[in-house]
C-alpha cells in the first residue's frame, strides 16, 4: 500500500508543509551552491533560467490537475496561484482592482526570513521573481502583462513581495466586442 493511502486528512496537510518547505529549502541550496562556485551575478543569471522552465511547467500541471482552462484570463491565473508548490508555506493574497487588474501580494516569504535568519544579505529576487511571475502568467494566458509593484531590492516594510496582473489593453476591447 502507497504511504499516502493510509495517512489521515491532518498527516496528508502536515506532508503538504513537509514537501513544500523541503522543495524551497532545496532550491536555496541549490541557488548557494551556485553562488559559491561561480558567484552571485553567474548565479541569479541561472536562477532566471531555471525559474523561466518551472514555472512554465508548474502552471501547466496546475492547470491541467485543476482543469483550469488556457486563455482563461486573470480568473484562470488566481486560480493557479493558489495551487502553486510555495502557496501553502508563503502567506500571500489577491486583490481584484476591477475586471482587468489582479493584485497578488506574497505577504510573508520563507526565503527571505531564512536568508535574515542565517545573517544573509537581502536576496534580489526581481530578476527572478518578474520571470517566475510572467512565464507562470503568460502559460495560464499569454494576454496576462506582469507588472513587479514591490520585490527585493526595493525598500520592503514585509518580507514578500507584489505582483500586477493586467490583461492586454487591445485583447481586452476585442474580448468585450
Not at 17 to 32: Q, T
Not at 36 to 53: F, L, N, P, S
Not at 136 to 142: G, M
Request: glycine letters at 6%.
Amino acid at each position: 500500500m502507497d504511504i499516502h493511502e493510509s495517512l489521515s486528512r491532518a498527516q496528508l496537510l502536515k506532508l503538504l508543509d513537509v514537501y513544500a518547505k523541503n522543495w524551497l529549502a532545496h532550491d536555496g541550496s541549490w541557488f548557494l551552491a551556485l553562488e559559491e562556485a561561480y558567484g552571485h551575478e553567474a548565479a541569479v543569471e541561472m536562477d532566471v533560467r531555471a525559474w523561466e522552465r518551472f514555472a512554465e511547467a508548474e502552471a501547466r500541471r496546475i492547470m491541467r490537475a485543476f482543469d483550469i482552462p488556457p486563455g482563461g484570463g486573470l480568473p484562470a491565473l488566481a486560480k493557479a496561484l493558489r495551487y502553486r508548490l510555495y502557496a501553502r508555506v508563503n502567506p500571500q493574497t489577491v486583490e481584484w482592482i476591477g475586471d482587468h487588474t489582479l493584485i497578488f501580494r506574497m505577504v510573508e516569504c520563507r526565503v527571505h526570513q531564512a536568508r535574515a535568519r542565517k545573517g544573509l544579505p537581502t536576496f534580489n529576487c526581481q530578476p527572478v521573481g518578474t520571470m517566475e511571475f510572467s512565464t507562470f502568467a503568460r502559460t495560464v494566458d499569454p494576454r496576462i502583462q506582469t507588472r513587479c509593484l514591490v520585490c527585493p531590492p526595493d525598500p520592503m516594510t514585509t518580507p514578500g513581495c507584489g505582483w500586477e496582473f493586467t490583461l492586454k489593453e487591445d485583447e481586452r476591447a476585442h474580448d468585450q466586442t
